[in-house]
């Protein structure tokens, strides 16, 4: 019952650098989303896929690039990390519109 | 005016008694709305659904929504201290095809 697994689950990184977080998704969903998620802040959504082959830019979209890689995986890619990119990232997976989303346990990155 | 409302916490309660979470949405055509609980440092999980008007109950959570008058409630009934944490308010974008839209969040604390 893996469900939806984030990797990695922590990283450090210098302004400047970049990164790829890893989602993968078990549960044959059509739709994944990325959200971050500062500290005692609500969820805001970065990207998502609505289905294979479909990228849409959420609300916070700047710095950061998606590639829907098949069906089960999705990642998000920081091309040149800064500061205020230090958050918690949530990726999550539904079964499509009217359904709930079920999240992984989340990526907590730092920059330095 | 954010699509999706939640009154401001944090909220706090004695145990034993009964917690209400309210969320108010702006887009009239939502259909489907979620209540999810996050623990601090958790990701967030799915603890209610409700699709249709009136009440859903699961064990000590009751859902309300009234679409009349755009409003969606949780009602923890029996309040115990695991039942601090966050709670979520979701609902879909009507107008965008597979985008999610999320309150910032209630915090609730149980007091013994």
């Known amino acids: 019952n893996a469900g939806v697994t984030q990797t990695p689950k922590f990283q450090v990184l210098k302004t400047g650098q970049s990164m790829t977080l890893q989602c993968a998704q078990d549960?044959?969903?059509?739709?994944m989303y990325w959200y971050r998620q500062d500290p005692g802040m609500g969820l805001r959504l970065i990207y998502y896929s609505a289905s294979e082959g479909t990228t849409d830019k959420g609300e916070v979209p700047n710095g950061y690039n998606v590639s829907r890689l098949n069906k089960r995986e999705f990642s998000l890619r920081l091309e040149s990390a800064a500061p205020s990119q230090t958050s918690v990232y949530f990726c999550a997976s539904s079964g499509g519109t009217d359904q709930p989303q079920h999240f992984g346990d989340g990526t907590r990155l730092s920059i330095l | 005016q954010k699509e999706v409302e939640q009154n401001s916490g944090p909220l706090s309660v004695p145990e034993g008694a009964i917690a209400s979470l309210n969320c108010t949405y702006s887009d009239r055509g939502s259909q489907s709305f979620f209540w999810y609980r996050q623990y601090s440092g958790k990701s967030p999980e799915l603890i209610m659904s409700?699709?249709?008007?009136g009440d859903k109950e699961d064990g000590r959570f009751t859902a309300q929504l009234n679409k009349a008058s755009q409003y969606v409630s949780l009602l923890i009934r029996d309040s115990q201290p695991s039942d601090s944490a966050t709670y979520l308010c979701a609902t879909w974008d009507n107008t965008n095809a597979g985008k999610s839209t999320f309150g910032d969040g209630t915090t609730l604390t149980v007091k013994p």
């Open positions: 409700i699709y249709s008007n």
């Open positions: 549960m044959n969903h059509n739709s």
